[in-house]
């Protein structure tokens, strides 16, 4: 399993960042998806999560309304769209799966809101 994440930066508050998880080495229409982040000093959290089929999306409060979660299926890749950023969402962003009960993560991308 490996999972590749792109689209962090620098951005300054208010604005916008699309992240991108591209995933290999399971069944990716199979898999519900996730986003989780950590900042410095803080505990890894959830972010948002979405399940197999793109229907169906979950998310952490302080992310309703400004973040969505998507996916290509086609694509095997999972994506995040954050509007509204704010210098408290600065943190290292993963892209997350659980396959069969092992539980993989990205890389991570960094996300860094500041003027």
């Known amino acids: 399993v490996q999972l590749v994440e792109s689209g962090g930066g620098l951005v300054q508050p208010g604005g916008s960042l699309r992240l991108s998880c591209a995933a290999s080495?399971?069944?990716?229409?199979?898999?519900?998806m996730s986003w989780y982040r950590q900042a410095p000093g803080k505990e890894r959290e959830l972010v948002a999560e979405?399940?197999?089929?793109?229907?169906?999306?979950n998310y952490a409060d302080s992310m309703k309304g400004r973040f969505t979660i998507s996916r290509d299926n086609a694509k095997n890749t999972v994506y995040l769209q954050m509007n509204s950023l704010k210098p408290e969402d600065t943190a290292v962003y993963y892209c997350?799966?659980?396959?069969?009960?092992?539980?993989?993560w990205g890389q991570g991308t960094q996300v860094t809101v500041s003027s």
């Open positions: 997350y799966v659980r396959v069969r009960q092992t539980r993989y």
């Open positions: 080495g399971f069944t990716f229409s199979r898999q519900g």
């Open positions: 979405i399940d197999s089929g793109g229907s169906s999306t």
